[in-house]
T-cell receptor, first 115, second 116 residues
Framework: AQTVTQSQPEMSVQEAETVTLSCTYD???????LFWYKQPPSRQMILVIR??????QNATENRFSVNFQKAAKSFSLKISDSQLGDTAMYFC????????????FGTGTSLTVIP | EAQVTQNPRYLITVTGKKLTVTCSQN?????MSWYRQDPGLGLRQIYY???????DKGDVPEGYKVSRKEKRNFPLILESPSPNQTSLYFC???????????????FGEGSWLTVV
């Protein structure tokens, strides 16, 4: 079975600063997909960024970028110019292809942006 | 507006009383899933469906049933709820597996279920 580990239960960052959330995973698959989801207090799950394992280039979405290290099985999320609205729980997730949406989530990192 | 709608949003029920949490999406998505979220455990997949009449178990299917008779609906059934099924439940849907090919995964707003 796949496992996803987020070793930072809680983090905080000053507004406008940069913060990095870590995620490691364990799999014997060569092709797979990785995601970061944001869950604000409203409890809705919002896709932040996705990465296909066969792509060497790190994904970016505006202020959000990842550092994908396939050999190390590491997938960290960097948030630049942190904003108060970034305060949320962040989940790292892994998906094997051709499994019909079978996901494995980490336990989450609670991020607080301090004004 | 693209939506995944879950009902009920909040429910307190008693042990053994069958209940159904409905999930409906208006995007003609093929892929739908159910998750439960528990403190310290993150989200765990209960069941998923790749299309009408095609369902499969996720990580924690025990005590749950699902059905996919129509593309838009994917109800979660607790035949005999127990207190360890007290949790926050999410339904999700996407056009492609994992929201790939540029298609995102849409989550419902969550259903808080308490079994006493």
């Amino acid at each position: 079975a796949q496992t996803v580990t987020q070793s930072q239960p809680e983090m905080s960052v000053q507004e406008a600063e940069t913060v990095t959330l870590s995620c490691t995973y364990d799999t014997s698959e060569n092709n797979y997909y990785l995601f970061w989801y944001k869950q604000p207090p409203s409890r809705q799950m919002i896709l932040v960024i996705r990465q296909e394992a066969y792509k060497q280039q790190n994904a970016t979405e505006n202020r959000f970028s990842v550092n994908f290290q396939k050999a190390a099985k590491s997938f960290s999320l960097k948030i630049s110019d942190s904003q108060l609205g970034d305060t949320a729980m962040y989940f790292c997730a892994f998906m094997k292809p051709n499994t019909g949406n079978q996901f494995y989530f980490g336990t989450g990192t609670s991020l607080t942006v301090i004004p | 507006e693209a939506q995944v709608t879950q009902n009920p949003r909040y429910l307190i029920t008693v042990t053994g009383k069958k209940l159904t949490v409905t999930c409906s999406q208006n995007m003609n998505h093929e892929y739908m899933s159910w998750y439960r979220q528990d403190p310290g455990l993150g989200l765990r997949q209960i069941y998923y469906s790749m299309n009408v009449e095609v369902t499969d178990k996720g990580d924690v299917p025990e005590g749950y049933k699902v059905s996919r008779k129509e593309k838009r609906n994917f109800p979660l059934i607790l035949e005999s709820p127990s207190p360890n099924q007290t949790s926050l439940y999410f339904c999700a849907s996407s056009l492609s597996p994992g929201g790939l090919s540029g298609n995102t995964i849409y989550f419902g707003e969550g259903s808080w279920l308490t079994v006493v």
